[in-house]
C-alpha cells in the first residue's frame, strides 16, 4: 500500500473534497457524502495516472486501439476502482470512522447504463482488459443523458421509466470543452467544378452540431495504466440561433437548440428495426464523425508531415457491430475530401485501418438505412458508398463474370421498392479484418450469413470468443471467493485468469469445499434480501438458485423454462411428487419497448410466480421469481449466487453469450444448448461440470430440411408437454384475466416456431432434473462448481484483446518500466 | 457587418471585421460581394483573420458570388484560422478558392500589390 492509500491519507482527502468541492462540513457525512466525497478522491488519483499512462504512449509511439461503439454498459465505478488500486479495504476503515458502511456508500451510485446488453457491456470489459494489458486502447462513444430505461413492474406488466444516470454521476467525467469539434449533417451536394475544371462535389447548405468529449478515466488492475473512454455529447453551435433570437421569436430558438442536443439525449432500447428512425442514424453519424476527428487529430498532432499513407500503422479502430459503420465512408471522406488524398490510397488506408466485429446471426437483425434518408442526412456520405459499392461491384463482377446473383447479394445497396443501405456489406467491404465472437459463430457467419464474402476473402474473416473481466465479474462481484481463491493460490489470476487452474486439486480438500459453498450461501443470503425488497418475495438460500438472466427475447427461451416452470408444478400439484430438492427459478432481464411478445413473457412469469407461491402444496418445493430491471448491479449480486445458469437459447442463434461467463467463473453449473461459447464453455470445464440438452445448430437445419418441424406431434406424443401446455391455456395462471396466456400454446404449437421450443423440451426437462439431483450431494456439487472457476480462465477478456492485438490490430503493450 | 474595404485596381480586399458569419449577416454578407461584382470587380480579397465561425450560409454567400463572377473573376481567401479552414476542407471549397496565407500573397496572387 503506497502512502496516499492509507486509511488516514484517504481520510484527508475526503475531509478536504467535503469542504473544497462540496462545500459542506467534513464532520459529519451522510453515505450520499462519502460517496460523492471518496469518488473525487479516486478521480484524482485517476487523472494522475491518465497523465503518466498518455506520456508513457507519446514516448513508445505506440499503435492505438480506437474501440468505437454506441453502447458501453460501465455499471457502478467506484467500488470496482476502488478494488483495482487496491483502495477498498482502508476505505471501508474510513466508512467505518465516520459510523457508516462502504456497501451503503456503494449503493449512493447510479449505474451507468450506456447499453442495452450483451454488446454494450463486452465494451466495458473490453476497456477494463486494455487498460490492464497496458494497450493504448480508448473506447469512443455517445455521453446520453439518459442511458437504458429503468424497468418497472405494475400488474406483472414492464413499465419503461427513465434513467437520468448522470443526475448522480458526475464525479465520473473530465469534461474536455477545449477539444470540442464540428459536425456538419443535413444539405446538399453541389455538382461544381474546381479551379482546375475536375469535378468538385461541394456539400452545401449543412447544419453544424458541436461535439463536446467526456471522458470516463478507465484504470488497468493495479493501477499503473489508466486509459479512458470518450464520450461525446451533443450541443447547438451557438446556444441560441442568433437570427431567430433576434427576430424576437425566443421560444422557437430554444427549440433549434433542443434540436441539436437531442442527438445525444437518449440510448436507443434494443431494437432490431432501427431503419427509417433518423434520430438514431444521426446518433451513429454523430459517433463516427466526432470519434473519427479526434483520431486523425491525434495523428496529425502526433506525427506532423509522416504522410497518410502511414496512418495505418498508427491507428486501429473497431466497430462494435454495425453500429458505427459509417467511418468507412466518413474516414474516405476525410482523406478524400479534406486531404487530397486520391481515391486509391484512401481506400488502401481505410481498409488497413478498420476492422468490423459481428455480433448476429440474424439476417433479419443486419442494419439497414433507406437510401433516401441517408441521401437527406448525409448527401456525401451517399456519394461515397454509392462510389464505394461500383468499384467493389467491378472487381467482383471481374472474378465472377455474369453472377449477378453473387452482384446482387454482396451489394452495399438493397435493391426493392424502398432502397436500402446494407451496413454490414459496408463494414465487411471497407474492413481489414470481420471477427465472430465465439467458434461457431465465426463458423456461421462464414457459411450461413456472408458465405460470397467469405469465398472472395476467406483471410479476412477470424474468430475471437468473446471474454469478461475478473476484476467486475470476480473481484468487485464475488470478493470473498476471491479471497478464497488468493488465500489458496495466491493473488496472481486476477490479472492472469488462467492461474485459476491451480485450484482445480482445492476441490479434493474437505475444508476449501466446505468454504466454496459457505461462501455462495452468503452470497444467496445477501441476493435473497435484495430479490425481497425487490418484489417483497421471500426464498430459500437453502434451495437451489436456478437463474436466467438476460435480455428477454424470443431466441433466448426463456418460454422454454417457463414451459418447464409449469410441467414441475403440475408435476408437484398434481402427481403428488417431490422434488429432491426446493428449486427457486429466478428471472430477470428487459424487454425492447416495442417488442410484444417479449413483454407478454415478462407476464406470464408473473402470473405463474403468482400462482405457484401463493399454492401452500409447492412450499419447500418451488418458487418463481421475476426480479426487475436487471442491470450490471444486478448481475454482480446474481453471478455469485447461483447453482444453475441458464443458457438455453436455441442452437445457432446466441452468437456467443457472455452472462454464460459470469456464471460460470462463480461456480455455477451451466444449464446449456450447444450455442454460442456455450459450446467453448463445456469443452474447457468438461462435459461432466456442465448439463448440456437440445439438439445442435446442425440437426435442426436438417429438420427443416427434412420436412420441417412439427410440434403438434410432440404434444401428441408427450403428456408432459401436453399438460402444461392445456393448463396454460386453461386460464389456471391467469383467473383475473380469462384467455390472456392462450397465445403460448398457439405459439408453441406452430410449425413456424423457429425457436424450436418443444423439440428441445424433454431433453430440457431431464437436465433440469439431473442438476435438481446433483445438487443435493454437496461434495459432488461443491466439486462441480469449484471446476468450472478452476477452468473459466481462458474467458477472461484480457485473452479476448491479447488476440485482438494479434490477430486483428497489429497492436503491442505498452507496460510501464519495472 | 463591419468590414474594412480597400480597393486596387480592379481588386477589392475585405477584412471581415466579425469572429463569426453565420446566418444572422449571410444576407448582408451576400449583397456586399454581390456589389462588388455589379461595380465590375474582376478580384475580391477576403481577409478572414478575425473569424473563427462560419456557417454554410456565409459559404453560400461566397459562392454565389464567385459563380456572379463568372470564368474571368476570382475570389482569394487569406489568413484562415484553422476552424475555418476544416471548414472549407469539408465542404471542398478550398479546391474552388484560392487560400493563401496573408494578404500580400492573396493580391500578389490576383496580380496586384497593395
Known amino acids: 500500500m503506497n502512502q496516499y492509500d492509507t486509511p488516514e491519507a484517504i481520510a484527508a482527502r475526503v475531509r478536504h473534497h467535503m469542504l473544497c468541492t462540496l462545500g459542506k462540513s467534513p464532520d459529519k457525512l451522510t453515505e450520499n457524502d462519502l460517496y460523492l466525497a471518496l469518488s473525487y478522491t479516486v478521480r484524482d488519483r485517476l487523472a494522475e495516472g491518465m497523465v503518466e499512462t498518455a506520456a508513457r504512449y507519446e514516448r513508445t509511439d505506440a499503435k492505438r486501439v480506437y474501440y468505437l461503439s454506441m453502447e458501453f454498459l460501465i455499471g457502478r465505478s467506484l467500488q470496482k476502482n476502488l478494488y483495482v488500486l487496491g483502495m477498498y479495504e482502508s476505505c471501508k476503515k474510513v466508512a467505518k470512522s465516520f459510523g457508516l458502511s462502504m456497501e451503503a456508500v456503494c449503493d449512493e451510485e447510479p449505474d451507468a447504463a450506456l447499453g442495452n446488453g450483451g454488446l454494450g457491456r463486452l465494451a466495458a470489459c473490453y476497456l477494463d482488459s486494455m487498460a490492464t494489458l497496458a494497450l493504448p486502447g480508448f473506447g469512443y462513444g455517445i455521453h446520453y443523458d439518459y442511458g437504458l430505461f429503468r424497468q418497472d413492474i405494475q400488474n406483472g406488466y414492464q413499465v419503461e421509466k427513465p434513467d437520468h444516470w448522470q443526475s448522480a454521476a458526475g464525479t465520473l467525467h473530465v469534461e474536455r470543452a477545449d477539444q470540442a469539434m464540428v459536425i456538419p449533417l443535413y444539405g446538399k451536394i453541389d455538382h461544381a467544378e474546381d479551379r482546375w475544371g475536375n469535378y468538385n462535389p461541394m456539400w452545401m447548405d449543412w447544419n453544424v452540431v458541436i461535439g463536446v468529449p467526456y471522458d470516463i478515466p478507465i484504470p488497468g488492475y493495479g493501477g499503473r495504466s489508466v486509459n479512458y473512454l470518450r464520450l461525446f455529447t451533443a450541443r447547438p453551435s451557438t446556444d441560441f440561433d442568433i437570427k431567430i433570437f433576434n427576430q424576437g421569436d425566443y421560444l422557437r430558438a430554444v427549440e433549434q437548440k433542443i434540436s441539436s442536443e437531442k442527438i445525444s439525449k437518449i440510448l436507443y432500447p434494443q431494437d432490431k428495426l432501427y431503419s427509417g428512425k433518423e434520430l438514431r442514424l444521426t446518433q451513429e453519424y454523430f459517433l463516427t464523425a466526432c470519434a473519427l476527428r479526434d483520431i486523425m487529430r491525434g495523428f496529425l498532432a502526433r506525427h506532423p508531415g509522416r504522410g497518410f499513407a502511414h496512418f495505418p500503422d498508427h491507428a486501429a479502430i473497431q466497430l462494435n457491430d454495425t453500429h458505427p459503420a459509417l467511418a468507412v465512408a466518413e474516414l474516405m471522406r476525410m482523406l478524400v475530401d479534406e486531404h487530397w488524398v486520391d481515391w486509391e490510397a484512401a481506400w488502401d488506408i481505410t481498409t488497413k485501418t478498420i476492422s468490423y466485429t459481428n455480433h448476429t446471426l440474424l439476417p433479419e437483425a443486419l442494419e439497414k438505412w433507406p437510401v433516401d434518408l441517408m441521401q437527406n442526412v448525409l448527401p456525401r456520405h451517399m456519394q461515397i458508398i454509392f462510389e464505394i459499392n461500383r468499384r467493389f461491384l467491378d472487381s467482383v463482377a471481374e472474378i465472377h463474370p455474369g453472377d449477378e446473383g453473387i452482384l446482387s447479394r454482396t451489394s452495399l445497396i438493397e435493391e426493392g421498392e424502398e432502397k436500402q443501405v446494407r451496413m454490414a456489406n459496408l463494414a465487411i467491404v471497407g474492413s481489414r479484418r470481420v471477427n465472430g465472437v465465439s467458434k461457431l459463430h465465426s463458423e456461421l457467419l462464414k457459411t450461413r450469413l456472408v458465405p460470397d464474402f467469405a469465398r472472395l476473402w476467406p483471410e479476412k474473416f477470424v474468430n475471437v470468443t468473446n471474454g469478461i473481466t475478473p ?255 392445456d393448463a396454460l391455456r386453461s386460464d389456471r395462471f391467469n383467473p383475473a384475466e380469462p384467455g390472456l396466456l392462450a397465445w403460448i400454446s398457439h405459439y408453441l404449437l406452430s410449425d413456424h416456431d423457429k425457436y424450436f421450443h418443444l423439440a428441445d423440451f424433454p431433453d430440457y426437462r431431464e437436465a433440469r432434473f439431473a442438476s435438481l439431483k446433483d445438487f443435493t450431494d454437496k461434495v459432488t456439487w461443491a466439486k462441480k462448481g469449484i471446476m468450472n472457476t478452476a477452468r473459466m480462465g481462458y474467458f477472461s477478456s484480457d485473452r479476448s484483446i491479447l488476440q485482438y492485438a494479434e490477430r486483428i490490430w497489429g497492436a503491442t503493450l505498452v507496460p510501464p518500466e519495472g | 457587418m463591419r468590414v474594412e474595404r480597400t480597393d486596387k485596381d480592379n481588386v477589392s480586399v475585405l477584412v471581415i471585421m466579425e469572429k463569426t458569419l453565420d446566418a444572422s449577416m449571410s444576407a448582408d454578407f451576400k449583397a456586399m460581394l454581390h456589389g462588388l461584382v455589379h461595380d465590375g470587380k474582376r478580384g475580391i480579397v477576403l481577409d478572414l483573420a478575425h473569424v473563427t465561425f462560419m456557417d454554410s450560409s456565409a459559404l453560400g454567400a461566397m459562392v454565389s458570388a464567385l459563380k456572379a463572377m463568372g470564368s474571368q473573376g476570382e475570389i482569394a481567401l487569406c489568413s484562415v484560422r484553422e476552424p475555418i479552414a476544416n471548414i472549407l476542407a469539408l465542404t471542398r471549397l478550398d479546391r474552388v478558392f484560392k487560400v493563401l496565407p496573408d494578404r500580400d500573397a492573396a493580391c500578389n496572387e490576383l496580380g496586384v500589390e497593395l
Open chain 1, 471 to 725: 476484476r467486475r465479474f470476480l473481484l468487485t462481484a464475488n470478493p470473498e471467493l476471491c479471497a478464497l481463491a488468493r488465500k489458496a493460490v495466491g493473488g496472481g489470476f486476477i490479472s492472469d485468469m488462467a492461474l485459476l487452474k491451480k485450484i482445480e486439486p482445492m476441490a479434493e480438500d474437505p475444508a476449501f469445499r466446505d468454504e466454496y459453498l459457505a461462501i455462495r450461501r452468503r452470497n444467496k443470503e445477501k441476493l435473497s434480501k435484495v430479490i425481497f425488497e425487490a418484489t417483497l418475495i421471500t426464498v430459500d438460500p437453502d434451495s437451489l438458485f436456478d437463474i436466467q438472466a438476460k435480455r428477454i427475447h424470443e431466441y433466448k427461451r426463456q418460454l422454454l423454462n417457463a414451459l418447464a416452470v409449469v410441467a414441475e408444478y403440475l408435476a408437484i400439484v398434481e402427481d403428488g411428487q417431490v422434488p429432491p430438492a426446493p428449486r427457486t427459478c429466478i428471472f430477470a432481464g428487459k424487454a425492447a419497448p416495442g417488442y410484444r411478445t417479449a413483454k407478454d413473457i415478462i407476464k406470464l412469469i408473473h402470473c405463474l410466480a403468482d400462482t405457484i407461491n401463493r399454492d401452500k402444496r409447492t412450499k419447500g418445493a418451488l418458487r418463481v421469481v421475476f426480479v426487475p430491471d436487471f442491470r450490471v448491479t444486478l448481475a454482480e449480486r446474481m453471478v455469485c449466487a447461483t447453482d444453475v445458469s441458464e443458457q438455453i437459447s436455441t442452437a445457432g442463434y446466441e452468437a456467443s453469450g457472455t452472462g454464460n461467463m459470469k456464471f460460470a467463473l462463480n461456480g455455477a453449473l451451466t444449464l446449456g444448448t450447444l450455442d454460442g461459447a456455450n459450446i467453448e464453455i463445456m469443452q474447457k470445464v468438461g462435459k461432466e461440470n456442465v448439463y448440456i440438452f437440445g439438439r445442435t445448430a446442425e440437426e435442426l437445419a436438417l429438420m427443416e430440411e427434412k420436412g420441417g418441424y412439427h410440434p403438434i406431434e410432440l404434444y401428441n406424443q408427450d403428456a408432459e408437454v401436453r399438460r402444461a401446455l
